[in-house]
């Protein structure tokens, strides 16, 4: 059975940092393509990041420059580091889990952010 647990948000003023971290189990992690997802109130949910099983990295255009995705295939965890955070940047994040060899999709349960001062 396929787990993936989010972890590391919270409450946060403009201008700061949270790491999100998001632990996957029942998956053989390093095929998988991951992605960090977030949904606004009363707005579509987005990509955010998204990092392939071949370290391929892609960013919504909105956290180039501010968030960082990255992998540790060992500890079967995926990264999100977002600097610079912003009012604008208060959503639920997703972790998502992707198989290279299907187009099954895996969730997490999210993890608030919210940013204000």
């Known amino acids: 059975q396929v787990h993936l647990v989010e972890s590391g948000g919270g409450l946060v003023q403009p201008g700061g940092s949270l790491r999100l971290s998001c632990t996957a189990s029942?998956?053989?992690?390093?095929?998988?393509?991951m992605g960090w997802y977030r949904q606004a109130p009363g707005k579509q949910r987005e990509l955010v990041a998204a990092?392939?099983?071949?370290?391929?990295?892609n960013y919504v255009d909105s956290v180039k420059g501010r968030f960082t995705i990255s992998r540790d295939n060992a500890k079967n965890t995926v990264y999100l580091q977002m600097n610079s955070l912003n009012p604008d940047d208060t959503a639920v994040y997703y972790c998502?889990?992707?198989?290279?060899?299907?187009?099954?999709?895996?969730w997490g349960q999210g993890t608030q952010v919210t940013v204000s001062s």
């Open positions: 998502n889990a992707s198989p290279i060899y299907s187009s099954l999709d895996y």
């Open positions: 029942g998956i053989f992690f390093r095929i998988f393509d």
């Open positions: 990092m392939t099983s071949g370290d391929s990295i």
